[in-house]
Every structure is written in structure tokens, then in C-alpha cells.
């Protein structure tokens, strides 16, 4: 079975940073994409960034371009989101997604698998 663990979440002051990870496993497919998504109360779902796992295509949200950068271990089944200049409008509950395929479309309806969450807290 497919599961994505993510992990780094924290409380963090504004103008810190923080880096997420996620672990995926279980994939039956060679090529797919992961991707990182954010939700905070009260607002819709929001994707942040994604990267393929065969030929490294990535993309960026605008709202956070400059300050997020995804990455993926060489040879390993991890997605990492590093997160500088972190403000208080970035506190939310950050999800990472996967789905066969390689794109760069950040839609929660096209991504099969979620993970459960990390809380990322960002204090004034």
C-alpha cells in the first residue's frame, strides 16, 4: 500500500525557516509525481510545489516562489520542502501528495495519495 509520511513540522518565529520532508513508499508504478500541499483554518486547500521522480520536472506556486525549494534524495523515496523567510500567513497544516505520472499541475483532485499532515506554526 502507498504511504507518504511527512515529518518537520514545528513552531517557528517569522523570518525563520524550516524544512519538511516526506517519505514515500509502497509504489507499485516507477514514475510518479510528489507534490506539497498547505491548508490552513478556514481556507481551500492550497498547493505549494511538486517534483517528478524520473526526469526532476518541478514547479512553484507563485505565493511562495523565492522562498520554498523542493528537492529530492538521489536514489531515495524523499521529498524535501525547505522554507525560508517563513511568515505568520504560512502557518497551516502541510500535506504531501503523490500520483503516477510526471507534471507540474498543483490540483489536490489529480493526486491519488496524501499523507497526514505536519503543522507548521509561524509566530509573529
Known amino acids: 500500500e502507498v504511504q507518504l509520511v511527512e515529518s518537520g513540522g514545528g513552531l517557528v518565529q517569522a523570518g525563520g525557516s524550516l524544512r519538511l520532508s516526506c517519505a514515500a513508499s509502497g509504489f507499485t508504478f516507477d514514475d510518479y509525481t510528489i507534490a506539497w500541499f498547505r491548508q490552513a483554518p478556514g481556507k481551500e486547500r492550497e498547493g505549494l510545489s511538486c517534483?517528478?521522480?524520473?526526469?526532476?520536472?518541478?514547479g512553484y506556486a507563485d505565493s511562495v516562489k523565492g522562498r520554498f525549494t523542493i528537492s529530492n534524495d538521489n536514489g531515495k523515496n524523499m521529498v524535501h520542502l525547505q522554507m525560508n523567510s517563513l511568515k505568520p500567513e504560512d502557518t497551516a497544516v502541510y500535506y504531501c501528495a503523490a500520483s503516477p505520472g510526471t507534471f507540474t499541475v498543483l490540483r489536490a483532485e489529480i493526486y491519488d495519495y496524501w499523507g497526514q499532515g505536519t503543522q507548521v506554526t509561524v509566530s509573529s
Open positions: 517534483i517528478s521522480t524520473t526526469d526532476g520536472v518541478i
